[in-house]
């Protein structure tokens, strides 16, 4: 079980401390943690004087995890799938204001609960997050960042400003992963679309990356070949360029003149 959940547990005191000196807890601030496992960043953010509720997984876990902290006020733990698990703040700490995120993710799913924090960004206050060091790279890349500029990229910096925190080698950990890790810093941007424009935004940006090499407007008119839209003014606005060199903010433009002139479900993702 251990190795299909990402199961990497933290040992190294000052990493711990930089992680949550990074999410500078204010006292009694609701944080969210995932995958607290054996409780290492758990105990650290209770001493900083966070309240803290933490969905784990794993039933071993969750059982030694309730033994230690059995009458602890400050903590609640649900046994539970992240993915799954409802993420209002009024059912994780029962008030509706806007909580802390943090993590030492199990990097099978770093993708799509990223994709889950995207869309609930506007409850989170901020997130510090612990990913694997690729990973890292493909949030913070840039255009002209070469491969690691891409769909993850466009999609994050479009949710959040990111801030690189710092790198954590695998002897961090017990048992130490294959790979090297990196913790980031999120802040949420506030929504430009309604939640399903911008559903079908971040889904029309990972079908443009499945050809990331083709140039835009070929690849657009084969994504959506029946749009009425104004190919030649389309064409001006991404000249001969690939997916890969837009910015978010230039993709966004794009999908906004794109959106206007196509039925909407020709543009996916619900
Ligand atoms: N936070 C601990 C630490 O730093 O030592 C453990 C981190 S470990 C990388 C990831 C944790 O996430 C494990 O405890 C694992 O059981 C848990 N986990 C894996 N998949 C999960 C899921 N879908 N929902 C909730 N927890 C999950």
Redesign the pocket.
């Known amino acids: 079980m251990g190795r299909k959940?990402?199961?990497?547990?933290?040992r190294s005191a000052p990493v711990l401390g930089r992680i949550v000196a990074l999410a500078a807890l204010a006292p009694g601030e609701p944080v969210l943690?995932?995958?607290?496992?054996?409780?290492?960043?758990?105990g650290r953010l209770l001493a900083a004087g966070a309240r803290v509720t933490a969905?784990?997984?794993?039933p071993a876990?969750c059982a030694a995890l309730r033994a230690r902290w059995e009458g602890e006020p400050a903590f609640r733990l649900i046994e539970?799938?992240?993915?799954r698990a409802d993420l209002a703040p009024e059912a994780l700490f029962g008030t509706p204001a806007r909580y802390v995120v943090v993590?030492?993710?199990?990097?099978?799913?770093s993708s799509p609960l990223l994709f889950r924090l995207m869309a609930e960004r506007e409850r989170l206050a901020r997130l510090v997050l612990?990913v694997q060091r690729e990973i890292a790279e493909r949030l913070l890349a840039e255009p002209g960042g070469g491969k690691d500029y891409g769909s993850l990229s466009i999609c994050a910096q479009h949710a959040f400003l990111l801030r690189r925190g710092f790198a954590v080698p695998p002897g961090a950990?017990d048992p130490p992963p294959k790979v090297h890790s990196a913790v980031v810093a999120l802040e949420p941007r506030p929504r430009r679309l309604a939640p399903e424009r911008e559903a079908r935004f971040l889904a029309h940006i990972q079908r443009l990356f499945m050809n990331r090499r083709k140039l835009m407007l070929s690849n657009l008119r084969r994504l959506y070949p029946d749009a009425g839209a104004d190919w030649a003014e389309l064409g001006r606005r991404v000249e001969r360029a690939r997916a890969e060199a837009l910015t978010p903010a230039e993709h966004l433009a794009v999908f906004e003149a794109l959106y206007g002139a196509v039925a909407p479900q020709g543009l996916g993702g619900g």
Do not use: V
């Open positions: 959940l990402g199961q990497h547990f933290l943690e995932i995958g607290p496992g054996r409780g290492a960043l758990t969905i784990e997984i794993d876990l539970a799938d992240i993915l993590a030492n993710l199990p990097y099978y799913l612990m950990f």
